[in-house]
């Protein structure tokens, strides 16, 4: 109870709208506790730390969140992220984004942040639809799921956002559902602590605009259903072609280490400094 309270009372904004906009059920609020725990233990203090969100569902987390936040543009999270990174480089940047805020209208924003390798901690809650205006279809809906906008199926193949990442050169990739809220918590820390462009998937659920429609008619059976069809990374090395069909696989996909945009920056800016002495 003290713990809680001390969250609640020091990372969020009380007196905004509680109980919160989202949906009964909505992952959202189950990844925002994750969230503020991990950077209660990271060290960061409030000043420190800017949260910038786009437009849908988890844009409302900056409303919520106590700490320097921005509500951007859709699609737009990574370019105010990478201008108060570039400006303030000792600033904590996170991202918090949807799918289809991220890889749909913010795609090439996503993959050039990616490949510059700009610090930036980007999170993105994957709950496979537009939730908030109206359950469309997204780049990570799964094939022939129904959806407002498909509803005889879904035709196109939908992105996997952690080989995306990985493809365009991030040097953190990894994954959680909601479900698990302590591998959650986990991968936020390690995310926040890495140096370089990390990016870090949430499995999420979204009863109201697509459990429905595909036969999941509440939380629970869609937080099963995380349960069911996700295995860990560690466990997934011993399975086989056959049995790892249709699973997600969650923990740490990429750690790997390279220069940033900044520090190439900065060897630069010296660099230039030294050939201007030298003149």
């Not at 969230?35 to 988890?58: F, T």
């Not at 050039?112 to 939730?131: L, Q």
């Not at 939380?219 to 997600?248: C, F, H, P, Y």
Request: hydrophobic letters at 40%; charged letters at 25%.
């Amino acid at each position: 109870m003290t713990e809680r309270r001390h969250i609640i009372y020091d990372y969020l904004r009380t007196t905004k709208r509680f109980p919160s906009l989202w949906c009964p059920g909505c992952g959202d609020g189950i990844f925002l506790g994750a969230l503020l725990r991990a950077i209660d233990k990271s060290g960061y203090n409030k000043d420190q730390i800017v949260l910038v969100s786009g437009i849908g569902c988890s844009g409302r987390i900056t409303a919520y969140a106590d700490f320097n936040t921005l509500h951007t543009t859709h699609g737009r999270a990574l370019t105010f992220a990478t201008g108060i990174k570039l400006a303030k480089p000792e600033l904590k940047v996170i991202t918090i984004m949807g799918d289809g805020d991220a890889i749909a209208i913010g795609g090439n924003h996503f993959i050039h942040a990616a490949r510059r390798n700009i610090e930036i901690t980007a999170i993105v809650i994957n709950n496979s639809v537009y939730g908030m205006t109206g359950g469309q279809l997204s780049p990570a809906t799964p094939l022939e799921m129904k959806t407002a906008t498909s509803p005889y199926g879904n035709l196109e193949s939908p992105f996997d956002i952690c080989n995306l990442a990985e493809a365009a050169g991030s040097v953190f990739v990894a994954r959680s559902a909601v479900y698990h809220v302590t591998l959650m918590e986990k991968l936020i820390s390690k995310a926040l602590n890495k140096r370089g462009f990390a990016v870090l998937e949430i499995i999420s659920q979204c009863p109201t605009q697509y459990g429905r429609r595909v036969g999941l008619s509440s939380a629970a059976e869609m937080m099963k259903w995380q349960r069911d069809n996700t295995v860990t990374v560690e466990k997934a090395k011993g399975l086989s072609e056959e049995e790892l069909r249709g699973k997600i696989r969650v923990g740490v996909l990429v750690d790997k280490e390279a220069l940033t945009y900044q520090e190439k920056l900065e060897r630069l800016r010296e660099s230039l400094k030294e050939q201007v002495g030298a003149v």
